[in-house]
């Protein structure tokens, strides 16, 4: 299915060659959103680095109340610090957790960098425990390179 999936991204963005920043991101995650019944959250953040803190970007799912997450806290704010992709198989198990919602029992977050510069992340909250598996992983880090050619 991701492969299946990574083709439609694919033709979407060839189709649409203009498509780039606010737009893209608001596609993707649309796209994301009602191609895989695992993702139920699916979003970005952007680095604040004055500020240290991220700030939310397009998003697909219910609305949350964390516009800003100060870097260091919860799975997101974790990411802010490390750079490193960090997924949760079950939130419970997790200290450092900002829930979103009560239906959220797993995550992942894969950061995005423009060069060797961190510059946000991608989001995934899902109502499965333990649902992604490395193709989970290969296509989020895709988009995240695509997106980041693109603000
Ligand atoms: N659960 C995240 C907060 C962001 S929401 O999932 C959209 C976290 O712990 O950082």
Redesign the pocket.
């Known amino acids: 299915m991701t492969q299946d999936l990574k083709q439609s991204l694919t033709t979407l963005i060839l189709n649409h060659d203009d498509l780039q920043g606010v737009a893209l991101q608001e596609k993707l995650v649309a796209l994301l959103d009602s191609n895989i019944p695992y993702y139920n959250?699916s979003?970005f953040?952007f680095m604040n680095n004055e500020k240290r803190q991220l700030e939310?970007g397009p998003?697909a799912?219910a609305k949350?109340d964390?516009i800003t997450?100060p870097f260091g806290?919860?799975?997101?704010?974790?990411v802010a610090e490390s750079g490193i992709s960090f997924e949760v198989p079950d939130?419970e198990q997790?200290d450092?957790?900002?829930?979103?919602s009560i239906d959220?029992k797993s995550?992942i977050?894969v950061p995005m960098f423009l060069g060797e510069r961190l510059i946000g992340q991608i989001?995934i909250?899902s109502h499965s425990v333990d649902p992604f598996t490395a193709e989970d992983h290969e296509l989020l880090s895709w988009i995240a390179a695509f997106v980041a050619q693109r603000l």
């Open positions: 959250w979003g953040y939310i998003y799912g949350t964390h997450i806290k919860g799975i997101c704010g974790q939130v997790q450092n957790y900002l829930a979103c959220t995550e977050v989001d909250d």
